[in-house]
């Protein structure tokens, strides 16, 4: 146990060391400043350089990303884009004879034979596949498991969780050809897309230049300003200024996006190829219930919603636009009333993309007395704030700080969540949610992870010093489709945020299998019945029956 526990430190120390080297290679003729802000640097924060490394504290599969985030690789070049998966051709039908109905509580199995344009089997994995069962009539729908056997063959598995009629939909998302060019792409390009510095001198003098995650990415011919967080070790950079100094940057904005793709890697990632339906391989079927007496009967469990519990596959499903998580009895909360009755005395700090702001969003509209407050902040960054006096209830919502694709915002204004985390006291009133991953899949995973880490450090913190408080991770939910933010990239993105916050008292709330269960437009900002049950569960946390 002692030699594995010296091999593991080995280990860490030597990607450290690797990963010190690299930064000093490439970053040696930078300006350091530190990130602009109106609050001084907290005491913490000054002892910090002395503090372990955010690396030191992840789990061990986050520090191997090739392991993590491994995808069948797509044999050849691609080059010949007839060879490509269709969905037009690829099939699938059950895995065994068709019954006349099927028992609640088992499972459907359907075998998937993926062919290229040519109607051609495949003879290797590597597509993304989506598929779901879906009863109409009840308003249900629940994400199917795709197994990839990595021959051109994939096996799905749906849980029958409710009496009634159903059918499966299936979804070829990207080719594998396709995949094969967006990995490409996010582990080659240094960025996808870039943002914009603002300069202003003391004399009224203004300077843009471009900024992003690494100098290399500025596109600055000279030296570069480094900015570094003190308390999250946070790294952005701007090409220096022609005048002014770096210390002069007073706001940030989104950029623009980058050529990276060709006219072929364009084909395999065209619309006529990408999200579409298979055509229909499998009738509907007939779910019987366990009993004659409740046609309408569903399966859920009885346990209470609690952080720390462990995530089934699926993670729930929809009955009556109703999610039913399978991890614990989620409550409704139909009427302001209700919500308010579960947030009283609560203080809930959002923290993340504009997913995330959809929640606040929401209670501030279904709880008429919540009452939002101006703070006269840039809307689409924040902060912003509702309170209910009566009932002692604050909600804050503000965005991630960089990398984020804004409009024009103060630098003053972006925060870093390790940061506001090391600043909360914490407590039984105290709720963090969390909801990040749409604005970091323009760039390399390691930026994320790397990101990851310092919040995985703060949140042990904060739990260290007041285990009672209720941290919610929101998975990033489906949405985009392009070489910016394909839902392939959405996909290891919850890769890395699983595996940051595994071992740790957090809740989840799984919004990748909320937004992809039924038969709704996808969008990256979900509709109001998807957000309203991501809610429901959010309160059933703070709330456990």
């Not at 146990?1 to 450290?16: D, N, P």
């Not at 100098?215 to 570069?224: D, Q, Y």
């Not at 519990?309 to 998580?325: I, R």
């Not at 957000?531 to 946390?541: A, C, D, G, P």
Request: glycine content about 8%; proline content about 7%.
């Amino acid at each position: 146990m002692e030699q594995f526990k010296g091999y593991r430190i080995l280990t860490v120390g030597l990607l450290f060391l690797v990963w010190m080297f690299y930064f000093k290679m490439s970053w040696t003729d930078n300006v350091i400043y530190q990130v602009p802000g109106p609050r001084p640097v907290s005491k913490y924060a000054s002892n910090s350089v002395e503090s372990p490394s955010p690396l030191d504290s992840l789990p061990q599969e986050l520090s191997n990303l090739t392991h993590l985030l491994y995808w069948p690789l797509t044999p050849g070049d691609g080059g010949d884009l007839l060879a490509s998966t269709s969905p037009k051709t690829s099939t699938y039908h059950l895995r065994g004879p068709a019954q006349a109905s099927y028992a609640l509580g088992g499972y459907l199995e359907v075998v998937l034979v993926a062919r290229d344009q040519r109607g051609r089997p495949k003879t290797h994995g590597g597509d993304l596949f989506q598929a779901r069962l879906l009863g109409p009539e009840l308003k249900a729908g629940v994400p199917g498991d795709v197994q990839d056997l990595e021959n051109g063959t994939y096996l799905l598995s749906f849980p029958l969780l409710w009496a009634g009629r159903a059918h499966v939909q299936v979804r070829l998302i990207h080719s594998s050809e396709a995949v094969g060019v967006l990995r490409r792409i996010w582990r080659e390009k240094r960025a996808t897309v870039d943002f914009r510095g603002y300069f202003q001198g003391r004399s009224g003098a203004k300077e843009t230049v471009i900024c992003n995650v690494d100098p290399h990415s500025t596109g600055a011919k000279g030296p570069t300003c480094q900015y570094r967080d003190v308390v999250s070790d946070e790294l952005w950079f701007c090409a220096q200024p022609p005048t002014l100094p770096c210390n002069s940057l007073v706001a940030h904005s989104s950029g623009s996006y980058l050529k990276v793709t060709t006219p072929h890697d364009e084909a395999l990632l065209a619309g006529k190829v990408t999200d579409k339906l298979l055509p229909q391989g499998v009738a509907p079927i007939l779910i019987r219930p366990a009993t004659t007496e409740n046609i309408s009967l569903v399966l859920s469990p009885q346990t209470k919603c609690r952080p720390g519990l462990l995530a089934p596959k699926p993670s729930g499903f929809y009955h009556q636009d109703v999610w039913h998580s399978l991890s614990c009895s989620g409550q409704s909360f139909p009427t302001g009333d209700s919500i308010l009755g579960c947030l009283a005395g609560h203080i809930v700090h959002m923290m993340g993309d504009s997913t995330l702001r959809q929640w606040w969003e929401y209670l501030r509209d279904t709880v008429p007395s919540l009452k939002p407050v101006d703070l006269h902040a840039t809307y689409q960054v924040g902060p912003l704030m509702a309170v209910e006096t009566s009932r002692g209830i604050v909600l804050h919502w503000r965005a991630h700080s960089w990398p984020l694709r804004s409009q024009r915002t103060p630098v003053a204004s972006l925060h870093s969540v390790a940061r506001e985390l090391w600043g909360l006291a914490g407590g039984p009133h105290t709720v963090v949610v969390l909801g990040l991953g749409a604005h970091f899949t323009t760039f390399p995973p390691f930026i994320f992870a790397r990101r990851l880490a310092g919040i995985r450090t703060a949140v042990m913190a904060l739990l260290d010093r007041e285990p009672s408080t209720l941290v919610v991770i929101k998975l990033a939910n489906t949405g985009y489709k392009s070489v910016y933010g394909s839902d392939w990239f959405t996909l290891q993105v919850n890769r890395l945020l699983r595996a940051a916050f595994a071992g740790l008292h957090v809740a989840f709330v799984d919004a990748w299998e909320m937004t992809s269960s039924l038969a709704l437009p996808d969008n990256i900002h979900p509709n109001q019945l998807i957000v309203r049950n991501e809610v429901n569960l959010l309160l059933s946390f703070i709330c456990p029956t």
